[in-house]
C-alpha cells in the first residue's frame, strides 16, 4: 500500500514534480504541443524557485550528482529552441542568431563564475580583524550576492531568454526571443564588468604579504598582553563566550584569538580586539609580538599548533568544571597552568593522576559568577520558582550523563502538579545532538509545559512596551553589523574599533532588560527559556530551587547558596552516587520517577526543614574557593603572575643566546681549506 502524501518528504514531492516537469516538457517541444510546452516550462520555473528559497540539501543533491542549476538551465532552454525549430521548419535561419545568443550568454555566465572566485580569493585575507581598525587593508564592500551564487543568478539573468523562447513559441514571432536573449547578455556583461572592475588594484584588498605587515604594526601598536585563544565549531562558542567579560575586565592589553574565519561572527557582544589566524604560519607571528599569556577555555585540535610558540605562557581555565571525567582531561598537562575555581578541581586532578602536577594549579574562583545574587530567604510571593536545567548526553552514553531520558519528564510532571511552582525549563543546547531519544523528551518535556501553560490559563495583562523599546536598544548595542550579504572584507571594514563608553553602555542595557523582561511575564506561567536571552545566570537569579544533572551548572549554582537537586539516572545508589560525585554531596538526590519532589519543595518552602543549609555553604568554599578576593580579582592576579613568568622565561632564554652565540662568524669561503690534488 502507498504511504500516505503526508509521509512523504518534502525534497522527494519537489524532486519527483521537477523531474516530471522536465518529462513534458521534452514531450512537448517534440511534439510540439505549445500550450502543454507553456505550462511544463512554468512549473519547472516554479520548482527551480522552490528548490533556491526551502530545499537548499535538494540542491546539494542534485550538484553531486552533476546536475546542477547549470545543467538544468541549459536543458530547459534546448528544449525550447527545439520546439521552436519543429514549430518554425520553414523559418530555421531566423533562430541561427538565437542560439548564438543564448551560447554566448551561457560562456558569460561561466565567465562571471570564473572571475567571482578570482575576486573571491583577493577578498580572502590572510587575517580576519573585529574591534580593530583595518581600514588600511583596502577595505571595501562585496561584491552584490547575486554575483556570488550561481544558481540564483544563471536563474534571474536568464529568466528573459527562457520567457522570450516561451512567447516566441506560442507566437511565433521571433523579436520576443530576441529581445529576451538579448536583456539576459546584457544583464551578463553588466554583472561580469562589475567583477572585473573590483581586481583592478585600487578596487582589491592589499596582498598577502602587505596584510601581514599591517597585522605586524598592529600588534606593535596595540601591544597585547594577555589573549583568550579560542578554536572549536559552531555550537562550541558557548565555551568562549562565557569567558569575555572577565577577559575584558583584566588589566593590560587583552587579546581574542581565533583559528575559524566563521567563529568571528559567532563571538558574542566585546569590545576586546579580535584577531582570526587561520593559517599556523600566521599564527606564529605572534612570537614575536608582546603577547604573554593564552587562555584556553576549550582544548581543540589546533590547540598544540599555539603551543608550539616558546615565548607564550598558557593556561588552562575550562568552560565549566564538574565530576565528569571531562573536567580532567589528560591533555590539560600540555599547559604551563591549569586555573580552577577552588580546592575541589585540585583534589579531582590530583586523583585523576592525568599529569597535571599541583604545583601548577592555580585556584581563582568562578569570575563570571559575580552578578549571581545570593540566597535572599524562601519564597516570598505565592510562587515557587524552579529552575530545571539539564545537561546534555555526552559523547561516550554514560546514562547517568542526562536525566532528560530516563527522568525528565517525571520531573516536570511531578512539578507541574503543585499548583504554586511556577518551572523554568532550560536544556543545554547540545540536548539531543547525539542521542535522538534525549532531543524527543526534550520535545515532550516542552508540550508538557505547553499544556501546563493552556491550563492554568495565565492572563496576559502586563504592559510590554518597556522591554520591547528595551529589546530594541539592547539589539541596536549587541547586533554585529553588516548587512547579509557582507563578506569577511565588508564585514572588517563595519566592525571596526568600537566606540568609546560600548561595553559600559551595554551592560546598563543588559541589566535593564533582564529586570523588563522578567517583570512583563504574567505570575505563575511556566517557562521554555532556549534562546540567548536571558542567560542561565540570569535564570538562577529568578529560582528558589535548581534542578539539574552532575554537572558545571550545579556547581555554579552553588555560588547562591540556594537549595538544589540532581537526578540520579547514573544506575548507581544514592551512598555510592554521593560517594562519586562530590558535587552532589549538598544536593537533594532525585530518583528516575522524581517521587522526592514534594519533600523537596516544602524544604524550599520552609527553611527549618532544609538540613542541607551548612553543607551548602561548606561545598561551595570547597567548589569555587572563598568569597574574598572576588573572583574577578584572583583572575586577574593570576593573569599578571603568569605574565611575569612569561616575561621572566624570555629574558633568560634572551640571555642564554646572547651567552653562547659566537663573537664572529667565519667567512666559509675563507675558512674552508681546498682539497689538496695528489702530484704523480
Known amino acids: 500500500m502507498p504511504a500516505p502524501l503526508s509521509r512523504v518528504p518534502a525534497g522527494a514531492l519537489v524532486t519527483a514534480l521537477l523531474a516530471a516537469a522536465f518529462c513534458v516538457q521534452a514531450g512537448a517541444a517534440l511534439r510540439p504541443h505549445v500550450p502543454l510546452l507553456l505550462a511544463a516550462t512554468a512549473v519547472s520555473l516554479a520548482v527551480e524557485g522552490v528548490l533556491l528559497r526551502w530545499q537548499r540539501v535538494v540542491l546539494t543533491a542534485f550538484a553531486k550528482s552533476h546536475a546542477d542549476i547549470t545543467v538544468r538551465h541549459v536543458l530547459r532552454d534546448l528544449l525550447l529552441v527545439v520546439a521552436l525549430l519543429r514549430l518554425g521548419e520553414q523559418q530555421e535561419p531566423l533562430y541561427t542568431p538565437l542560439v548564438g545568443g543564448l551560447l554566448a550568454f551561457y560562456a558569460l555566465h561561466c565567465a562571471i563564475q570564473a572571475v567571482s572566485v578570482l575576486v573571491r580569493r583577493t577578498r580572502t585575507l590572510p587575517v580576519v580583524t573585529r574591534n580593530i581598525d583595518a581600514s588600511a587593508l583596502r577595505l ?5 550576492l547575486l554575483l556570488r551564487r550561481p544558481g540564483p543568478r544563471l536563474l534571474l539573468f536568464g529568466l528573459p531568454a527562457t520567457v522570450g523562447l516561451l512567447v516566441t513559441a506560442a507566437t511565433g514571432d521571433p523579436r520576443c526571443a530576441a529581445l529576451g536573449v538579448g536583456l539576459s547578455l546584457g544583464l551578463a556583461v ?18 598577502e604579504r602587505a596584510a601581514l605587515e599591517w597585522l605586524d604594526a598592529w600588534l606593535a601598536e596595540y601591544r597585547p598582553t594577555a589573549g583568550l585563544y579560542f578554536s572549536g565549531g559552531a555550537s562550541s562558542a558557548y565555551q568562549a563566550n562565557m569567558w569575555l567579560e572577565p577577559l575584558a575586565k583584566l588589566e593590560g592589553r587583552p587579546l581574542i584569538v581565533l583559528r575559524e574565519r566563521f567563529m568571528v561572527q559567532k563571538i558574542g557582544p566585546t569590545d576586546v580586539p579580535i584577531l582570526c589566524l587561520p593559517k599556523v604560519s600566521t599564527l606564529m607571528r605572534l612570537e614575536e609580538s608582546s603577547l604573554q599569556v593564552l587562555i584556553h577555555p576549550s582544548n581543540s585540535g589546533k590547540t598544540s599548533q599555539v603551543l608550539r610558540i616558546p615565548t607564550l605562557k598558557h593556561t588552562f581555565v575550562n568552560h565549566g568544571e564538574s565530576d565528569k571525567l571531562s573536567s580532567c582531561n589528560p591533555y590539560a598537562k600540555a599547559y604551563d597552568e591549569v ?22 594549579v592555580v585556584e581563582i574562583g568562578r569570575p563570571q559568577l559575580d552578578g549571581v545574587l545570593p540566597y535572599q530567604g524562601p519564597p516570598a510571593g505565592p510562587w515557587t520558582t524552579v529552575l530545571y536545567a539539564p545537561t546534555w548526553e555526552g559523547w561516550d552514553g554514560n546514562p547517568g550523563n542526562t536525566s532528560v531520558i530516563e527522568a525528565g519528564e517525571n520531573v516536570v510532571r511531578a512539578l507541574l502538579a503543585d499548583p504554586g511552582v511556577r518551572v523554568l525549563y532550560k536544556p543545554h543546547p547540545l540536548t539531543g545532538s547525539v542521542d535522538p531519544r534525549a532531543g524527543a523528551a526534550d520535545q515532550r518535556i516542552r508540550e508538557l509545559i505547553r499544556a501546563a501553560n493552556r491550563e492554568r490559563a495565565v492572563p496576559r495583562t502586563r504592559d510590554t512596551g518597556d522591554l520591547a523599546a528595551l529589546t530594541g536598544e539592547l539589539d541596536r548595542l549587541t547586533t554585529l553589523a553588516g548587512r547579509p550579504g557582507a563578506d569577511q572584507v565588508e564585514r572588517m571594514l563595519v566592525q571596526s574599533a568600537p566606540e568609546p563608553g560600548r561595553a559600559e553602555a551595554v551592560a546598563r542595557a543588559t541589566a535593564a532588560w533582564e529586570e523588563a523582561y522578567w517583570a512583563s511575564l504574567p505570575e505563575g506561567e511556566h517557562q521554555i527559556v532556549v534562546d540567548a536571552r536571558p542567560t542561565l545566570y540570569s535564570c538562577f537569579n529568578q529560582a528558589d530551587l535548581l ?5 558545571s551548572v550545579i556547581s555554579e549554582f552553588l555560588v547562591s547558596g540556594k537549595p538544589y537537586a540532581v537526578a540520579n539516572t547514573s544506575g548507581l545508589a544514592e551512598d555510592v552516587f554521593r560517594k562519586t560525585f562530590p558535587t552532589v554531596r549538598a544536593a537533594t538526590v532525585l530518583s528516575p520517577d522524581a517521587a522526592g519532589v514534594p519533600a523537596l519543595l516544602d524544604a524550599v518552602r520552609h527553611p527549618d526543614k532544609d538540613e542541607l543549609v551548612q553543607e551548602r555553604a561548606e561545598l561551595k568554599r570547597h567548589l569555587l574557593g572563598p568569597d574574598e578576593p572576588a573572583a574577578q580579582e584572583r583572575f586577574n592576579r593570576a593573569v599578571q603572575e603568569l605574565c611575569s613568568a612569561a616575561l621572566a622565561h624570555r629574558a633568560r632564554m634572551a640571555e642564554r643566546t646572547a651567552a653562547e652565540a659566537p663573537t664572529e662568524i667565519p667567512d666559509q669561503r675563507r675558512s674552508v681549506t681546498p682539497p689538496q690534488r695528489a702530484h704523480p
Open 547 to 551: 534542578i539539574s544533572d552532575v554537572s
Open 339 to 360: 586555573w580552577v575555581a577552588g580546592p575541589a578541581a585540585r583534589e579531582r586532578y590530583a586523583y585523576a593522576e592525568v599529569g597535571v602536577e599541583d604545583k601548577d
Open 190 to 207: 553588466l554583472g561580469l564588468a562589475d567583477l572585473l572592475l573590483r581586481l583592478l588594484p585600487s578596487r582589491r584588498p592589499v596582498g
Open 140 to 144: 571595501s564592500p562585496a561584491p552584490p
